[in-house]
Nanobody, 119 residues
Framework: QVSLAESGGGLVQPGESLRLSCAVS????????MGWYRQAPGKQREWVAR???????NYADSVKGRFTISMGNAKNMVYLQMNRANSEDTAAYYC?????????????WGQGTQVTVSS
């Protein structure tokens, strides 16, 4: 079992930066990748960024070059550094963990944190 808790959301002006955090607890050793997703009002949840246990990262084209995903040394924290925010980044952001239990892949989700980009 894995639990995720996001924090760091809020109101930010266009062009500014924000850092989201995700605290990970439980069976951390079972996790092989972590990621961030977002969901804007009236839209489907979309993938934003992913980091593997080995540190490999991938980003959606819409955030590439602006956002950076990273993981704490103890693998119990995952961060999303958001730079040069714009209005299209307004959404609820969700932390995701992909873990393996007895050969089965399970996705875990946090409750989400709201990011609003507005002047």
């Amino acid at each position: 079992q894995v639990s995720l808790a996001e924090s760091g959301g809020g109101l930010v002006q266009p062009g500014e930066s924000l850092r989201l955090s995700c605290a990970v607890s439980g069976s951390i050793s079972s996790i092989y990748a972590m990621g961030w997703y977002r969901q804007a009002p009236g839209k489907q949840r979309e993938w934003v960024a992913r980091i593997t246990k080995g540190g490999d990262t991938n980003y959606a084209d819409s955030v590439k070059g602006r956002f950076t995903i990273s993981m704490g040394n103890a693998k119990n924290m995952v961060y999303l550094q958001m730079n040069r925010a714009n209005s299209e980044d307004t959404a609820a952001y969700y932390c995701n963990a992909q873990a393996t239990h007895w050969g089965t892949t399970i996705n875990y989700w946090g409750q989400g944190t709201q990011v609003t980009v507005s002047s």
